[in-house]
C-alpha cells in the first residue's frame, strides 16, 4: 500500500513534490502502527530533513524547554499543549542548545507569537545568559499590542519596533492572535516584519552613541516581562547567514540632529510627523520611518478622503485634515485622528469652537498662537483635549507660548520633521522641547 501526497513545509518556499512524499504502509500496519501515525511519522521525518537541507533550525520543540535557560523567577515559562509559554513575575528565557555554537551573527529568524491583553515580551538577540534583570547584552524586537506600561511610567513602543533605535507608536497586530515576526541581520543592517509588514530597516553607522548596543554576536532570549503579561510561542526559527555577510549598503549620514533623536527615543520621546508635507508619497513616508525612526502620518482632506483611503500595509499613522469651514467626518472612518489648520485668529477661535467636529491636533499655520491669544485659544484647546502642534520648520509656537500651555496641561504633536532636509535645517523642535521643560507624557499618541 502506497500514499502519494504534497506538503508544503516552512512556508510556501519549502516545497515537497509527491515524488518526494510515497509512504509504503504494510510493513507498519502488520506491526499495529495506524495509517495516520504512519503518515505523521514520515511527515516530520521530511520536515527536520527540508529544514536541515534550506539552513532552517526549529529551537522551540512543543514537548519541553530543552536548549533554553530561565533566570530569575522560573516558574514564568512552562510548555502548555505544545506552546512555549510566559506568565508570571520577570524572567528572560535565554537560548543556550545545540545550534549555539559559538554564536549567532547574521541570520534570519521567523518567530511565531501571542499575546494577550496588555501583555509585554520582546526578542533579544545577541545576547548572553545573565542570572537576574533585564538583559545587559543584546538589542531587542519588541513584542506588545496593548501593554501600557507599570506605575507612572508609560510604555509607548508597539509591536514590531527595534527597542530604542526604530520605535513605532501604532500597532498594525491584535493580541490573541498568532503574529509572525521575521528578522534579517546582516553585518550593520537590521530589517524586522511583522505579519509580512516592514517594521524597520536599521542601519548601524560607523559611530553610534554609548547608550545604544553595537551589532555583535551572540544568543537569542525571549521576554517575560511581569506578572500580568501573558503570551505564546510556538515557533522560532533561525537560519545562520555567513559572518562575512553584508547588505552592502552604506549607512545614511543622518547629522547631528539624528544623534540628538537617538538620545531622546532613548528617553521616550515620540517623535511622530502627524503633518508631514503633502507631496511625499505613502511609500516616500513608510522609507523614512524605517530608516530614520521619525514615525510619520499620511495625511489627507476631508474632501480626498473618500478618493484616496487609507495606507494599507505600510507603518503609518493615518489623519483627516479638517478646517473651520470643512469639518465634518460623518460618514468618514478609517482614520487615526483629525487635525485642524487654521490660517489666521479667525480661522482659528472658529475651528476650535466648532463643537460638531472632532479634533485631535491643532496646526496653527497662520500664527494666531501668541503671546496676546495664548490665554483664550490654549484654554479651549484644553478643555477639548486638543493636542498643540509644535512645527520644527516655522518654529511656532514660541517657547514662551509653549511653558503657558504645558501649565494647562495641554498636549502637543510635531511637524516639520520630514523630509531629513527639515531636520537639517533646524533643531527647534530639541530646543523647544527642552527649554519648555516638555516630558515624554506631554505628547500625544494616537491611540493612547
Same mark, same amino acid.
Given at each position: 500500500?502506497?500514499?502519494?501526497?504534497?506538503?508544503?513545509?516552512?512556508?510556501?518556499?519549502?516545497?515537497?513534490?509527491?515524488?518526494?512524499?510515497?509512504?509504503?504502509?504494510?510493513?507498519?500496519?502488520?506491526?499495529?502502527?495506524?495509517?495516520?501515525?504512519?503518515?505523521?511519522?514520515?511527515?516530520?521525518?521530511?520536515?527536520?530533513?527540508?529544514?536541515?537541507?534550506?539552513?532552517?533550525?526549529?529551537?522551540?520543540?512543543?514537548?519541553?524547554?530543552?536548549?533554553?535557560?530561565?533566570?530569575?523567577?522560573?516558574?514564568?515559562?512552562?510548555?502548555?499543549?505544545?506552546?512555549?509559554?510566559?506568565?508570571?513575575?520577570?524572567?528572560?528565557?535565554?537560548?543556550?542548545?545545540?545550534?549555539?555554537?559559538?554564536?549567532?551573527?547574521?541570520?534570519?529568524?521567523?518567530?511565531?507569537?501571542?499575546?494577550?491583553?496588555?501583555?509585554?515580551?520582546?526578542?533579544?538577540?545577541?545576547?548572553?545568559?545573565?542570572?537576574?534583570?533585564?538583559?545587559?547584552?543584546?538589542?531587542?524586537?519588541?513584542?506588545?499590542?496593548?501593554?501600557?506600561?507599570?506605575?507612572?511610567?508609560?510604555?509607548?513602543?508597539?509591536?514590531?519596533?527595534?527597542?530604542?533605535?526604530?520605535?513605532?507608536?501604532?500597532?498594525?497586530?491584535?493580541?490573541?492572535?498568532?503574529?509572525?515576526?521575521?528578522?534579517? #541581520?546582516?553585518?550593520? =543592517?537590521?530589517?524586522?516584519?511583522? !505579519? /509580512? &509588514?516592514?517594521?524597520?530597516?536599521?542601519?548601524?553607522? $560607523?559611530?553610534?552613541?554609548?547608550?545604544?548596543?553595537?551589532?555583535?554576536?551572540?544568543?537569542?532570549?525571549?521576554?517575560?516581562?511581569?506578572?500580568?503579561?501573558?503570551?505564546?510561542?510556538?515557533?522560532?526559527?533561525?537560519?545562520?547567514?555567513?559572518?562575512?555577510?553584508?547588505?552592502?549598503?552604506?549607512?545614511?549620514?543622518?547629522?547631528?540632529?539624528?544623534?540628538?533623536?537617538?538620545?531622546?527615543?532613548?528617553?521616550?520621546?515620540?517623535?511622530?510627523?502627524?503633518?508631514?508635507?503633502?507631496?511625499?508619497?505613502?511609500?516616500?513616508?513608510?522609507?523614512?520611518?524605517?530608516?530614520?525612526?521619525?514615525?510619520?502620518?499620511?495625511?489627507?482632506? #476631508?474632501?480626498?478622503? =473618500?478618493?484616496?483611503?487609507?495606507? !494599507? /500595509? &505600510?507603518?503609518?499613522?493615518?489623519?483627516?485634515?479638517? $478646517?473651520?469651514?470643512?469639518?465634518?467626518?460623518?460618514?468618514?472612518?478609517?482614520?487615526?485622528?483629525?487635525?485642524?489648520?487654521?490660517?489666521?485668529?479667525?480661522?482659528?477661535?472658529?475651528?476650535?469652537?466648532?463643537?460638531?467636529?472632532?479634533?485631535?491636533?491643532?496646526?496653527?499655520?497662520?500664527?494666531?498662537?501668541?503671546?496676546?491669544?495664548?490665554?483664550?485659544?490654549?484654554?479651549?484647546?484644553?478643555?477639548?483635549?486638543?493636542?498643540?502642534?509644535?512645527?520644527?520648520?516655522?518654529?511656532?509656537?514660541?517657547?514662551?507660548?509653549?511653558?503657558?500651555?504645558?501649565?494647562?496641561?495641554?498636549?502637543?504633536?510635531?511637524?516639520?520633521?520630514?523630509?531629513?532636509?527639515?531636520?537639517?535645517?533646524?533643531?527647534?523642535?530639541?530646543?523647544?522641547?527642552?527649554?519648555?521643560?516638555?516630558?515624554?507624557?506631554?505628547?500625544?499618541?494616537?491611540?493612547?
Amino acid at each position: 500500500m502506497s500514499v502519494a501526497g504534497e506538503i508544503f513545509v516552512n512556508g510556501k518556499d519549502d516545497y515537497l513534490a509527491p515524488s518526494h512524499f510515497t509512504i509504503k504502509t504494510a510493513h507498519m500496519e502488520k506491526h499495529g502502527f495506524t495509517f495516520a501515525l504512519a503518515t505523521l511519522l514520515l511527515a516530520l521525518t521530511f520536515l527536520s530533513k527540508t529544514s536541515a537541507q534550506n539552513g532552517w533550525v526549529e529551537l522551540i520543540n512543543g514537548k519541553d524547554m530543552a536548549g533554553w535557560r530561565a533566570n530569575e523567577h522560573t516558574g514564568t515559562w512552562t510548555v502548555q499543549d505544545g506552546l512555549l509559554t510566559a506568565y508570571g513575575k520577570r524572567s528572560h528565557l535565554f537560548y543556550e542548545g545545540e545550534h549555539l555554537r559559538d554564536g549567532f551573527k547574521n541570520f534570519e529568524l521567523e518567530v511565531q507569537v501571542r499575546t494577550f491583553k496588555l501583555a509585554n515580551s520582546g526578542i533579544y538577540f545577541h545576547t548572553n545568559f545573565q542570572e537576574s534583570g533585564w538583559p545587559g547584552t543584546g538589542i531587542e524586537i519588541q513584542v506588545n499590542n496593548t501593554h501600557i506600561g507599570e506605575g507612572t511610567y508609560i510604555e509607548l513602543k508597539k509591536m514590531g519596533s527595534l527597542y530604542g533605535y526604530r520605535n513605532l507608536f501604532k500597532t498594525f497586530s491584535k493580541d490573541d492572535e498568532w503574529m509572525t515576526v521575521k528578522a534579517r #541581520v546582516e553585518s550593520d =543592517r537590521v530589517q524586522v516584519w511583522v !505579519n /509580512g &509588514l516592514q517594521t524597520v530597516d536599521y542601519r548601524q553607522p $560607523t559611530r553610534t552613541f554609548h547608550h545604544l548596543r553595537r551589532l555583535s554576536k551572540g544568543s537569542f532570549c525571549l521576554q517575560g516581562h511581569d506578572d500580568h503579561s501573558r503570551m505564546q510561542y510556538r515557533s522560532f526559527r533561525v537560519r545562520r547567514l555567513p559572518d562575512d555577510a553584508s547588505s552592502g549598503l552604506v549607512a545614511p549620514d543622518f547629522g547631528v540632529w539624528h544623534d540628538s533623536l537617538m538620545a531622546m527615543q532613548g528617553r521616550n520621546y515620540p517623535f511622530i510627523d502627524l503633518n508631514p508635507p503633502t507631496n511625499l508619497s505613502a511609500l516616500e513616508l513608510a522609507d523614512y520611518v524605517r530608516a530614520t525612526g521619525i514615525n510619520a502620518a499620511l495625511v489627507r482632506s #476631508v474632501i480626498k478622503w =473618500r478618493k484616496l483611503g487609507a495606507a !494599507n /500595509g &505600510l507603518p503609518l499613522f493615518v489623519g483627516m485634515k479638517v $478646517t473651520a469651514k470643512h469639518n465634518t467626518t460623518q460618514g468618514l472612518s478609517g482614520a487615526d485622528f483629525f487635525i485642524g489648520e487654521s490660517t489666521d485668529l479667525a480661522s482659528a477661535r472658529a475651528l476650535l469652537n466648532a463643537r460638531r467636529s472632532v479634533m485631535h491636533v491643532w496646526s496653527d499655520k497662520g500664527k494666531a498662537l501668541n503671546e496676546q491669544t495664548a490665554d483664550e485659544l490654549l484654554s479651549i484647546a484644553k478643555e477639548r483635549g486638543i493636542a498643540i502642534e509644535i512645527d520644527n520648520e516655522a518654529k511656532h509656537p514660541s517657547v514662551q507660548v509653549l511653558k503657558m500651555a504645558k501649565a494647562k496641561g495641554c498636549k502637543f504633536s510635531l511637524s516639520g520633521l520630514v523630509p531629513k532636509e527639515k531636520m537639517e535645517q533646524s533643531s527647534y523642535v530639541f530646543d523647544a522641547i527642552k527649554q519648555a521643560g516638555l516630558d515624554y507624557r506631554d505628547f500625544y499618541v494616537p491611540g493612547m
